[in-house]
């Protein structure tokens, strides 16, 4: 859901009311996956993207139907059929795609939507299941609801839903039918954003906070060096904690979908924040520098308390990033966050020409 607050900021700023189009079912190739959402204006300003630029033109030109009608509408496309190529979006993509769109007024969020944010700007996890299809009595294509971690209902669903959210608390975003009456949902974990927890504000860290920010993630930036670790050379930070480790790493939310990267080139606290990060519930640890300099800070930790666990060594990753050849400050940026990334995503982080499987299973 990385494109989810930047639509909901753009609901709450309409001045007139747009059309929010969501990608609820996709059937062999696409771009992106269920749960990709786009705001389309009247004037057509856009935010967001359901696509490669495949879907968004057809999508365009049904924007004042939408917003002329009392109820949403579901577009289906399909974009490997020669009817397609010749009269169609002209995609030859070979898949299927399903898109809601609906009507969404000016003025205040509506209430799943200003629920779903709260939750992911909390990071509190959960899960919020959209009907786009429904045939006999019981939900209406249009309704949401939304359950947090506790299986609470924000947004009480009816049985069968309640019961598919529970099941789909875990996993990724699907598309489910259910019961007699044939009802049709896209079912989507609500995830705090990826986190990541820059330990150092040297120059080479500014690129590595601005390419993490570029990818939806919160980023946050510790260091002991007023001078260094200020807005003006970090806009993009969440959030700054100025101090020295142990003391400054002690209070940060830190959690599994949480990264952190040991960047400062200063020994002593290097080893200090170590300490502490290497008992964190993080899912990733990443040590910038050589591999000597690295298995030294490994030896002193181990020499000075408890050794390191087999889970430890495995969290922490020295020397930090992909083998990308990278030489610049953008280049190793790219190399340590491309492996962040898949770290997080539970990938191997080669070539997808090498991957058997689906590209997004």
């Known amino acids: 859901m990385k494109d989810?607050?930047?639509?909901?900021?753009a609901v709450a700023a309409l001045a007139e009311p747009a059309a929010l189009a969501t990608l609820v079912r996709v059937k062999g190739s696409s771009y992106r996956q269920p749960g990709a959402r786009m705001l389309f204006g009247p004037e057509g300003i856009r935010t967001g993207i359901i696509s490669a630029g495949c879907l968004e033109t057809d999508i365009l030109a049904r924007v004042q139907s939408v917003l002329a009608s009392e109820g949403p509408q579901l577009a289906a496309y399909d974009m490997g059929s020669d009817l397609d190529l010749v009269w169609g979006t002209g995609m030859g993509c070979q898949g299927k795609a399903d898109v809601l769109l609906e009507r969404v007024a000016p003025g205040r969020l509506p209430p799943w939507m200003d629920l779903a944010s709260a939750m992911i700007r909390q990071r509190r996890t959960g899960v919020l299941a959209t009907v786009f299809a429904a045939r006999g009595a019981g939900p209406v294509p249009g309704?949401?609801?939304?359950?947090?971690?506790?299986?609470?209902?924000?947004?009480?669903?009816?049985?069968?839903?309640?019961?598919?959210?529970?099941?789909?608390r875990s996993a990724g975003a699907v598309t489910l039918r259910l019961g007699e009456a044939e009802l049709e949902l896209l079912v989507e974990p609500i995830l705090p954003a990826f986190a990541l927890w820059i330990f150092g504000a040297g120059e080479h860290s500014r690129p590595i906070a601005r390419l993490a920010k570029a990818l939806g993630w919160f980023v946050g930036i510790v260091d002991h060096r007023p001078a260094?670790?200020?807005?003006?050379?970090?806009?993009?930070?969440?959030?700054?904690v100025l101090g020295h480790p142990?003391?400054?790493?002690?209070?940060?939310?830190?959690?599994?979908?949480?990264?952190?990267?040991?960047?400062?080139?200063?020994?002593?606290?290097?080893?200090?924040?170590?300490?502490?990060?290497?008992?964190?519930?993080?899912?990733?640890?990443?040590?910038?520098?050589?591999?000597?300099?690295?298995?030294?800070?490994?030896?002193?930790?181990?020499?000075?308390?408890?050794a390191l666990r087999p889970e430890q060594l495995r969290l922490l990753h020295f020397p930090a990033g992909l083998d990308l050849g990278a030489e610049t400050p953008e280049g190793i940026a790219l190399s340590m966050l491309a492996e962040v990334q898949a770290t997080l995503a539970g990938r191997p982080g080669g070539s997808l020409r090498d991957r058997s499987g689906a590209i997004h299973a």
Do not use: M, W
């Open 4 to 9: 989810f607050l930047e639509i909901c900021a």
């Open 143 to 168: 309704e949401h609801f939304l359950y947090d971690h506790t299986g609470r209902g924000l947004l009480p669903a009816p049985g069968p839903v309640a019961e598919a959210l529970d099941a789909a």
């Open 228 to 240: 260094l670790a200020t807005p003006e050379r970090f806009p993009e930070a969440d959030r700054i």
């Open 246 to 306: 142990p003391a400054s790493l002690q209070d940060l939310p830190l959690d599994t979908r949480s990264a952190a990267l040991v960047v400062s080139h200063i020994y002593d606290k290097d080893f200090k924040a170590l300490e502490v990060l290497l008992q964190a519930p993080l899912g990733y640890l990443g040590l910038q520098g050589n591999r000597t300099r690295s298995q030294r800070l490994l030896r002193d930790l181990a020499a000075t308390g408890p």
